[in-house]
């Protein structure tokens, strides 16, 4: 794999003589207390301002800062009019604009597309201080406030529908946000790279128009440049190596563009954009993934090869700038409900090679794993200690996207460098994989024997098909770092649903239960896993989930909280939602259906026969018991799924309203004259 410039090689930018600000500013005054008469970038940004390297807008901040640049934030501001957005004057080079942490659609209605409650991310977990599509919304604003001023979009709310992509809540295929947003340039994926070189080049005089050329940016293009080819992606979902061949002996990778359907295409014919889908993954690794196009309109999208992963001093570098580790103080004693559970947690890696179809990791941070020094974590964790106020002694989380796959990497780099698999993982673990633990429990040694810590705890999701190739890391997690209960993840029973979420059977779930008991047991701890599973995923027919739930109540468990199949922005779960196809096989209009539980009624169901043992799901539960010929599951013994009798007060659950009318209020509430 090709290698890109050091992040930090760059000459600071003049303004660096200003030095480290103790929180990058959010008003004039705070400008100037600093000395400055104007920002050089303003960022934008759904959530609140918390100053630590876990949110993003704060580490792309402070790395703008360290690069010698003044930067500005306006966090979660008014959008009903522009005033909020020149708050802090001119920026000099760009507004960089995203939605926060999550997606802003995500972030604000359940799967059931309800709307939420409160905010995480904001203070006192407030709802409503962001708008619906908030990328679109703070965009449209930074122009009206600016409107010569470059717009820089950037996050997972950018990254996830960077491409013509099904939107889950208006139940139709949109255009990209960046031609939506009508926004200069998108950036996709982890954005250290690709906002330093904008920065860099915007201040050395280049126009932003110019900036075509960066790996991990997604721009509008009138045309495809003469010396192109471009490679129709009907020829890239082949099973035949030969047009693959071809291509490669005629033209350079690095000048090849893949066109894909077109918006009016995808938005028009569901196997098209199941078709795109599967393209768009394939082209996914910065090892040999190619440019895409997609028209959408009068002009193309044109997406550029993933950004390069950072390397392990670069890594170290960025999350070694100098955070202050908590909230603006313009927030006074709020709490940040996000702010609450992550403060004194520290990530030790990024990507996830796992795959799974319904999560946006690999989509955004890749599945090539980054992983910080060991040295840099630790000094990280004696920070905490030192400087966090409300410290006890307790570390909430070592991990990242995922708890357990620290520095695990190919053997082959060249074989790296040109796989097109969508998981390491999975239909088994790859023979060219390194699980190789040992370094992860050296880690955890090394972090619980810092003075003043007393527990460093585990949190981050655990893969446990990797984890029962090392017992020893099963040992030491179960020995010194649960807290009594560890959240795992087989998603579900049955291989039909399994299959298309590109997860392990549940039979390595029993065998790494063996082993945690085993090891529990032996330090003499009482010590339970908790499991999660999906319901109405693609793929899942009513007899899975019958037979999910019968796992449940034959091991034991009753689950509080139940996660509904969200279909999210690109997703390749999503695609198989909108198109009933299977992306993870070559797509055509002869190839594999895939089941999908889509009406509410069928939802509510799944949800149900997650939650067999509540009163109020037992009505819907017999009555489905009945249409499929299991009557014999309804009774009073030990062997019956929901018993006959029903208690007073119980089985009243009214079903959600559509989805429409809870649109049509939130509406009222924004005049339209004002919408954006």
């Known amino acids: 794999m090709q290698k890109a410039p050091d992040i930090f090689s760059y000459r600071p930018y003049w303004a660096k003589r200003f030095g480290i600000a103790p929180h990058l500013p959010t008003s004039k005054e705070e400008m100037d207390a600093l000395g400055w ?360 989380d070592l991990g990242g996207p995922t708890a357990n796959m620290y520095r695990l990497a190919c053997r082959s780099p060249e074989i790296e460098a040109s796989c097109r698999r969508l998981s390491c993982v999975y239909p088994g673990i790859c023979k060219n994989l390194d699980t190789d633990h040992g370094p992860l429990i050296a880690l955890y040694r090394r972090a619980r024997d810092i003075p003043g810590v007393k527990k460093v705890l585990i949190a981050s999701g655990l893969r446990y098909d990797l984890a029962v190739k090392s017992p020893e890391y099963v040992k030491e997690l179960a020995t010194y770092h649960v807290g009594g209960y560890l959240k795992i993840a087989p998603e579900h029973t049955e291989e039909g649903p399994l299959s298309k979420m590109m997860k392990p059977g549940i039979g390595t779930y029993d065998s790494f239960k063996v082993l945690f008991d085993k090891y529990s047991k032996e330090a003499g701890k009482e010590q339970y896993l908790v499991p999660y599973f999906i319901a109405a995923h693609p793929g899942t027919t009513d007899g899975d989930m019958l037979k999910l739930a019968l796992w449940l109540k034959k091991n034991g468990f009753r689950a509080d909280q139940v996660q509904g199949f969200l279909p999210s922005p690109m997703a390749a779960a999503t695609a198989m939602y909108h198109s009933g196809k299977n992306p993870l096989h070559r797509v055509s209009r002869k190839s594999e259906d895939v089941y999908i539980p889509r009406s509410a009624t069928q939802r509510r169901l799944h949800k149900a026969f997650l939650r067999y043992h509540d009163p109020d799901n037992w009505p819907i539960l017999r009555e489905a018991l009945m249409k499929m010929g299991r009557a014999d599951l309804i009774g009073n013994g030990r062997h019956h799924l929901v018993p006959r009798f029903q208690p007073v007060g119980t089985g009243k659950t009214v079903p959600a309203k559509p989805f429409r009318t809870q649109h049509v209020r939130q509406a009222k509430r924004i005049p339209m004259k004002k919408r954006p």
Not at 204 to 222: C, N, P, V, Y
Request: aromatic fraction near 8%; glycine fraction near 8%; include cysteine.
């Open 37 to 396: 008469d104007s920002c050089d970038i303003v960022l934008v940004s759904g959530d609140a301002y918390i100053d630590h390297p876990s949110f993003g807008m704060a580490l792309i901040g402070r790395l703008l800062e360290a690069q010698g640049f003044r930067v500005g934030i306006i966090a979660q501001p008014n959008w009903m009019g522009a005033s909020d957005f020149r708050r802090l004057g001119k920026p000099n080079l760009f507004f960089g604009v995203t939605g926060g942490n999550m997606d802003s659609m995500v972030n604000r209605y359940t799967s059931d597309k309800r709307i939420r409650s409160n905010d995480a991310y904001t203070p006192g977990g407030l709802a409503d201080k962001r708008p619906d599509r908030c990328v679109l919304v703070y965009s449209q604003r930074c122009r009206e406030a600016y409107p010569d001023v470059p717009i820089v979009l950037g996050g997972i709310e950018a990254s996830l529908r960077r491409i013509a992509h099904y939107d889950y809540w208006s139940d139709k295929v949109r255009r990209s946000v960046l031609a939506d947003a009508k926004a200069d340039l998108l950036v996709f994926g982890n954005g250290e790279r690709q906002v330093v070189e904008i920065a860099h080049r915007l201040a050395k005089g280049a126009s932003i128009e110019t900036l075509t050329d960066i790996r991990g940016t997604a721009f509008i293009a009138k045309h495809v440049p003469q010396d192109w080819h471009v490679l129709d992606s009907t020829h890239v979902d082949r099973e035949e190596e030969a047009v693959e061949s071809f291509v490669r002996s005629r033209w350079k990778a690095d000048r090849t563009v893949i066109r894909l359907p077109g918006y009016d295409a995808v938005r028009d014919d569901p196997v098209l954009y199941a078709h795109a889908s599967r393209v768009l993954h394939q082209e996914t690794n910065p090892g040999n993934a190619r440019a895409l196009v997609q028209n959408q309109g009068a002009r193309d999208i044109w997406l550029n090869p993933p950004p390069l992963p950072l390397t392990t001093p670069e890594m170290d570098a960025v999350y070694g700038l100098p955070y202050s580790r908590q909230p603006h103080p313009v927030y006074g004693n709020e709490k940040i409900p996000a702010f609450e559970m992550i403060q004194h947690s520290v990530t030790i890696m990024r990507g996830c090679f796992g795959g799974c179809t319904f999560c946006s990791i690999t989509e955004h941070e890749g599945r090539i794993i980054q992983s910080r020094s060991e040295e840099s974590i630790v000094r990280e964790i004696e920070a905490i200690r030192d400087a966090s106020p409300a410290f006890t002694g307790v570390i909430s």
